[in-house]
């Protein structure tokens, strides 16, 4: 017998997948049913995935184990193929009712977390040449303003204090929508329909879009947190060229400086180590962009090929130095997060608690520990001390 009947949901990947993962848990109450919602961006994601099946399986003996998310759709008959697995559901489908037996669509309740995630778009229209997820993922498609001001609406109004907008390419954002309103229109829709949210976050931005607009909410507005994750995947110009990315590295430190010029905000990016024909003074580039972009979230991925990509075709690095250079790409941004973390020793941060009541996160997205304090709540703490990963502080 199953060791814990009822539905489950196994989230991999990204916050994309978090905030479809959760309709699905809405939709699929009540069955003894676990759906892994899979991850495509990295080969170690499809097997980690893989993983997570047999893991679930032996867990739950007698459960429907269904498997959708990126990799099962660039792949489904790989994973149909598993023993452990009762069916698929394409990416395309996996919010559709009747792909799980219900009669109607649900929203996501994000049930004691602090924040929410709400997908605003989906899908990719660039074809960088090492990424497979516009295979799992389809063509660029936005969410109408409407609907994404009505979810926010409802889920402040079930005590969030923090809403994340997430995509695949949020930046694309409005794109396929009448009048082409881009992400900063949404953005300001949102905060002046929606005035009881406390808290707006933006997930992963391609800096070449951040339009006048969006860079003026980004830096000017209080309720849009001062924190900007950038896909910028390299320092080299040469490897941005080919790996087709439409900035250069004089854009990207262009576009971090003007932001620092205006608001004190936390920069996050993700990187690639050891992308096709990347030589010592490419990476070294690379590695160089940490401090010229003042990344203190670093998101560090080895390169690994994925198949049907451009740039499995092209000459690849040794995978003992990929995983060199990704290492030194981690263990520079790491150092640098620390030091990030130690200058905020003595300041006063806005904490939104977590739902175990002892840490949360600041505004800038550091993680801080705290003394217990109700979930949900936003408290006010004086950082007292830092790790290398997180501060700890009392609240005021």
Known sequence: MDLAAGPEVVTLGCRLNIAESETIRALIAGRDIVVVNSCAVTNAA???TRVAIRRVRRRRPDAEIVVTGCAAQIDPAGFAAMPEVTRIVGNLDKLAPAN????????????????????????????????????GRGASRSVPAGAVIERIAALVDAGHREV????VDVTSYGSDLPGTPALGSLVERIL??????????????????IDDRLFDLVTGEPR?????HLSLQAGSDMILKRMKRRHTRADAIALVARVKAKRDVAIGADLIAGFPTEDAAMFADTLAILDDCDVVHPHVFPYSPRAGTPAARMPQV????????AAR?????????RDWLASLIGSEQAVLVERSGDRGHAAGFAEVRLPSAPPR????????????????????
């Open 224 to 228: 849009v947190m001062p924190h900007l």
């Open 100 to 135: 799980w037996g219900a009669v109607a669509a649900a929203s996501p309740a994000f049930a004691g977390h602090a924040r929410a995630f709400v997908e605003v778009q989906n899908g990719c229209d660039h074809r960088c040449t090492f990424c497979a997820i516009p295979f």
């Open 192 to 209: 002046t329909h929606v005035p009881a949210l406390e808290r707006l976050r933006l997930s992963s931005l391609d800096a070449v879009e």
């Open 164 to 167: 994340v907008l997430t995509g």
């Open 318 to 325: 040794a995978p003992d130095v990929v995983r060199e250079r």
């Open 46 to 48: 499809v097997r980690e």
């Open 377 to 396: 709540s936003i408290q006010r703490v004086r950082v007292t001390a830092a790790t290398g990963t997180f501060l700890e502080g009392m609240i005021v």
């Open 329 to 337: 790409l981690r263990a520079a941004g790491n150092a640098r997060r």
